[in-house]
């Protein structure tokens, strides 16, 4: 992707101790102009927010006077989303509307927010941004809704379309974690072999995210990986280069999980928008070895 230049003005990332905020911090904490903020998982120099509560956003807005609010705060697991419909649409669209009614409208504001291939009904995946969303799930109905909310505000805005979103991580939450972690206890993992889509390696999304910004980009992208494969086999691969037991790794089809929320199949989206940018993303093989050479600095900052 080459070198650019950082981004000049205030930046507030919300929910930084997450895998996608994370990331942010790492690639810009020796930035005086970048604040992070935490609400449940503390982190030294972070600043703790509920970014449910109105007041709680205006406050840290007319202190920080951010120019760019990035948005990786959400509440993202699927079932929950399902299930516990209130909770799920207060975590979701209601911090989102928080930080567009916070934000001074007189002066140039931009947010970022990250959106997923959830939004589409998986029949006809990988989706490009032109693609009209059907959202099986609560979920991607709520991602849906906070892009509407953004697009129909006075605001500049940049929402990112990503899925599968994997690299270390404080929580050890993510995908790359889960096949470890089984495999290293030699237990077998069940794992859906007909649900598609795109591991994207987060250090790459931040990388773009960031160069889409400082360059002054405007709209719907999505940043994937290049790979288009089922989760078998996206655990098969993080199994074999980790020198784990592929073997332990069990494929089913959706319908042996009895989810309470439906997922789309062929997921996934197409890159083909920021590759003619020139803009470039790792295969799973090439995100892991630069794991493996980058470690985690997980001693540091809790």
């Known amino acids: 992707m080459g070198h650019y230049t950082r981004i000049k003005m205030s930046t507030l990332v919300v929910g930084a101790s997450g895998l996608v905020g994370y990331e942010f911090f790492r690639q810009n904490k020796n930035r005086g102009d970048w604040y992070f903020t935490y609400n449940t ?25 951010p120019t760019t609010v990035i ?107 889960r096949v470890i972690d089984t495999l290293k206890d030699n237990r077998e993992l069940i794992i859906p072999n007909d649900q598609y889509g795109n591991p994207t390696y987060v250090k790459d999304l931040i990388y773009a995210t960031q160069w889409l910004l400082e360059k002054g980009y405007h709209g719907i992208y999505n940043v994937v990986g290049n790979e288009y494969i089922n989760r078998e086999t996206f655990a098969k691969k993080i199994a074999l280069f980790f020198g784990l037991d592929q073997n332990l790794v069990i494929g089913k089809s959706t319908s042996y999980f009895k989810e309470v929320s439906p997922r789309p199949m062929l997921g996934g989206l197409t890159n083909d928008k920021i590759l003619k940018l020139g803009i470039k993303m790792k295969n799973v093989e090439e995100a892991l070895s630069d794991m493996q050479e980058r470690k985690f600095e997980d001693d540091v900052y809790y």
């Not at 982190?43 to 920080?64: G, P």
């Not at 911090?95 to 001074?104: G, H, M, P, R, T």
């Not at 002066?107 to 032109?130: A, M, N, Q, R, W």
């Open 41 to 65: 998982h503390k982190l030294r120099d972070f600043i703790q927010i509920d970014a449910t509560n109105y007041d709680e956003v205006l406050n840290i807005v007319n202190k920080f006077k």
């Open 71 to 177: 948005l990786p705060a959400a509440l993202s697991n699927v079932n929950l989303c399902e299930v516990e419909r209130e909770r799920a649409y207060k975590n979701n669209v209601g911090v989102v509307k928080n930080f567009i009614n916070s934000l001074d409208k007189s002066t140039p504001k931009k947010i970022v927010f990250f959106s997923t291939d959830y939004l589409f009904d998986g029949t006809e995946g990988p989706c490009s941004e032109d693609v009209h969303p059907n959202p099986l799930n609560f979920y991607g109905k709520l991602k849906l809704m906070c892009e509407q909310e953004i697009i129909s505000s006075q605001l500049d805005y940049l929402i990112i379309r990503t899925t599968l979103v994997f690299g270390w991580e404080m929580q050890r939450k993510n995908f790359l974690y």
